[in-house]
């Protein structure tokens, strides 16, 4: 990596070598038609629309006019397959075997589903790990299964807390929660990236704590997919799900993805919540009563998959496929550093006392900035700016720059701003 030189002309420099700088014009800017005042920080959020997808959209919609049902067999890209494309890109983020994933509804309907086949309480093997401060719909997914289940939550899922005042959740507070608890756990869950700090948790070594002993294990992958690299099947990870619509661009309410490894596909001791969509490809249209699942992942799958969603997410993946998720991933790293590098002044200035970033280095696109006063009023001003960032509280600021469409000119005038807003809040102790 090069040595960085706090100039904005440096920025203009790391922009001009970027290889993937043409793939921001792929992408819908808010606010670039009217005035180019915006800067969108909040791919781990929404991502932003590929100008793309309406095209996709309308494939689908022609298709469809043309043809009717048999769009699922005929036309140029007959429905039928339009999944395995996207099992093919998405196995590249997630660091699995293409027939691992499955691209199916949403998150927490994910979650549930995954529950039911993961979540084996026996004897007094029932306890399921997961970090305190988890995003509120998997606690809701995790508690209502539970209870579901006749069992209370309080008793069955051990949470762990954060033991440092920046509220971050330490991998060895997990891994010794694991250790501590070890045989009553039958599943360890886990948001791969915390939504709050942007922690990357170290999921290869809590996977491994989990297996030794004897616990499955899952992640939510909601902030990680399409932000940093993933080996699910190298890690040994039993399950994992995501939304696609944070860095993965697909949409508000994009189809989702599950990876469920290879070695349940056809483990007859694996329950689950079947739909027709997951029988058997070859003979689904037989009818028949008895259940016969595909043997992979797509054997999870319930119901007609909704095209137009599939088409938002292959416009997405096409965007990826192009760019090459490594360099993608080697984009995401020079910009962290280069964000981390910037900060690093105001860190050493008497604005200092203000705030501090709790998103550890070496983490994805995400930082998050916890503030001991004044942080609403600087998050306030920095939106009035021309900023998009979004707002935690009691007083966290997150954003994060992505690589297939942030610019480093972005982040240096970002930085520089966020000096001046920084000083006009300062208050001496
Ligand atoms: C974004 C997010 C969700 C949202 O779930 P949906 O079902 O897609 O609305 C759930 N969990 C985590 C960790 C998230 O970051």
Request: with cysteine; aromatic share 12%.
């Amino acid at each position: 990596m090069k040595q960085f030189q706090k100039t904005k002309s440096f920025a203009e420099v790391l922009d001009k070598e970027d290889p993937l700088r043409m793939f921001r014009e792929e992408f819908c800017i808010p606010g670039s038609e009217i005035d180019k005042s915006k800067t969108y920080f909040l791919g781990n959020s929404l991502g932003l629309q590929p100008k793309v997808t309406p095209h996709y959209i309308q494939g689908v919609l022609d298709q469809w006019a043309a043809n009717g049902v048999e769009s699922f067999f005929m036309g140029e890209t007959p429905w039928i397959h339009q999944h395995a494309f996207l099992v093919d890109q998405m196995s590249i983020l997630a660091g699995a075997k293409s027939h691992e994933i499955s691209i199916m509804n949403q998150l927490t309907v994910n979650i549930h589903l995954m529950l039911g086949s993961f979540y084996r309480p026996s004897g007094k093997r029932k306890k399921i790990l997961i970090e305190s401060k988890a995003f509120p719909s998997d606690y809701y997914a995790l508690s209502s299964f539970i209870s579901f289940l006749g069992e209370d939550p309080a008793s069955i899922l051990i949470q762990v807390e954060s033991l440092d005042p920046q509220m971050k959740v330490q991998d060895e507070d997990v891994i010794n929660a694991i250790k501590d608890n070890g045989e009553e756990i039958a599943l360890v869950f886990i948001g791969g990236v915390n939504y709050y700090t942007g922690h990357v948790f170290d999921m290869k070594r809590i996977a491994s704590a989990a297996k030794q002993v004897g616990a499955l294990v899952g992640f939510d992958l909601a902030h990680a997919i399409g932000n940093v690299s993933l080996q699910l099947h190298n890690w040994d990870v039993d399950f994992a799900c995501w939304c696609s619509y944070k860095y993965l661009n697909a949409g508000p309410g994009a189809v989702g993805g599950v990876y469920i490894h290879e070695r349940y596909h056809t483990d007859d001791s694996i329950k689950r919540l079947a739909g027709w969509w997951g029988y058997k490809q070859e003979d689904r249209f037989q009818m028949h009563q008895s259940f016969e699942p595909e043997s992979d992942a797509t054997g999870w799958q319930l119901s007609t998959p909704s095209l137009i969603l599939y088409a938002c997410l292959e416009a997405s993946l096409s965007i990826f496929k192009k760019a090459g998720w490594e360099r993608v991933i080697e984009k995401q790293k020079i910009m962290s550093a280069w964000i981390r590098f910037l900060l690093a002044d105001i860190l050493v200035s008497e604005a200092r006392s203000m705030f501090i970033c709790i998103t550890p280095e070496g983490a994805g696109c995400q930082l998050s900035f916890l503030f001991s006063h004044s942080g609403k009023e600087v998050f306030d001003e920095l939106i009035e700016a021309g900023y998009m960032l979004d707002w935690r509280e009691p007083n966290v600021i997150r954003l994060a720059p992505v690589p297939l469409y942030n610019t480093f000119t972005e982040i240096w005038d970002f930085c520089e701003t966020l000096k001046i807003v920084l000083n006009r809040h300062y208050v001496k102790p």
